[in-house]
């Protein structure tokens, strides 16, 4: 039986990784991967934390994202659609759908994500993206990149 001991949001013997290479925008984020091609399972499920005023990057993908708060409080756009989330709140990422997470209070935001194992390569907004996303005074006030 493998178990991995849960203490203070990280596992005994799981990495704690860099969210993503440098290029992108985003700020104060760790991914740790709990799960995955190591169990031969088709789906990955990893966890990600925001430090107090973290974001992630602002992107989009041809694969879909199952996202479960787990710890703290913060925003999400999805699409047009800016939300405040918290523990226990899911969050649907559909194919192709803008998204980005921004940690709000004074602890950081955790999230539990499942994608697929073999999945696309993040795409950034363009310009002419970026402007369409402002279009929506809420929106423009949300992103960062």
């Known amino acids: 039986m493998g178990i991995r001991r849960f203490d203070n949001y990280r596992w005994q013997n799981v990495d704690v990784l860099a969210y993503k290479e440098a290029g992108a925008h985003f700020r104060d984020v760790t991914r740790q991967v709990?799960?995955?091609?190591?169990?031969?399972?088709?789906?990955?499920?990893?966890?990600?934390?925001?430090?107090?005023?973290?974001?992630s990057t602002l992107e989009r993908h041809r694969h879909a994202h199952g996202v479960l708060v787990f710890r703290g409080a913060g925003r999400?756009?999805?699409?047009?659609r800016v939300a405040d989330v918290g523990v226990g709140d899911l969050v649907?990422?559909?194919?192709?759908?803008?998204?980005?997470?921004?940690?709000?209070?004074?602890?950081?935001?955790?999230?539990?994500?499942?994608?697929?194992?073999?999945?696309?390569?993040?795409?950034?907004?363009?310009?002419?993206?970026?402007a369409l996303l402002r279009r929506d005074p809420e929106v423009a006030a949300f992103i960062r990149c």
């Open 92 to 130: 649907s990422i559909p194919t192709m759908t803008w998204h980005q997470f921004r940690a709000t209070g004074q602890d950081p935001l955790g999230f539990l994500c499942l994608v697929d194992c073999e999945r696309d390569r993040p795409q950034l907004p363009t310009q002419e993206d970026l």
């Open 34 to 55: 709990l799960f995955g091609e190591d169990l031969g399972l088709s789906g990955q499920l990893r966890y990600f934390e925001l430090g107090p005023g973290g974001h």
């Open 76 to 80: 999400v756009l999805v699409g047009d």
